[in-house]
């Protein structure tokens, strides 16, 4: 059975960060290019980062220079470490397991983020 979990979101300060992880399980995740996405309320589902097979990492541009995402093939985990937190950074932010144009694409299920003072 195919699993992604997400943890780490929670109640943050403006300008603060947060840690968030996503544990896979059930395919092959050494194989998959993993990404976060997100989704505030009212919006569509946006790409925050990705990183491939092979450790190549590409973020969106509002994101580049506050976010780094990584990966730990061992331990079949994707982390988001999420540094200088705006308000509109607030949403539900989605592990996916993207398999390309010849394997499933998996989600999972989301852990919200909320920047507030």
């Known amino acids: 059975q195919v699993q992604l979990v997400e943890s780490g979101g929670g109640l943050v300060q403006p300008g603060g960060s947060l840690r968030l992880s996503c544990a896979a399980s059930g395919f092959t995740f050494s194989s998959y290019a993993m990404k976060w996405y997100r989704q505030a309320p009212g919006k569509e589902r946006e790409l925050v980062a990705g990183i491939t097979r092979t450790s190549s990492i590409s973020y969106a541009d509002s994101m580049k220079g506050r976010f780094t995402i990584s990966r730990d093939n061992a331990k079949n985990t994707v982390a988001l470490q999420m540094n200088s937190l705006k308000p509109e950074d607030t949403a539900v932010y989605f592990c996916?397991?993207?398999?390309?144009?010849?394997?499933?694409?998996?989600w999972g299920q989301g852990t919200q983020v909320t920047v507030s003072s």
């Open positions: 996916n397991a993207d398999g390309g144009a010849y394997r499933p694409h998996y």
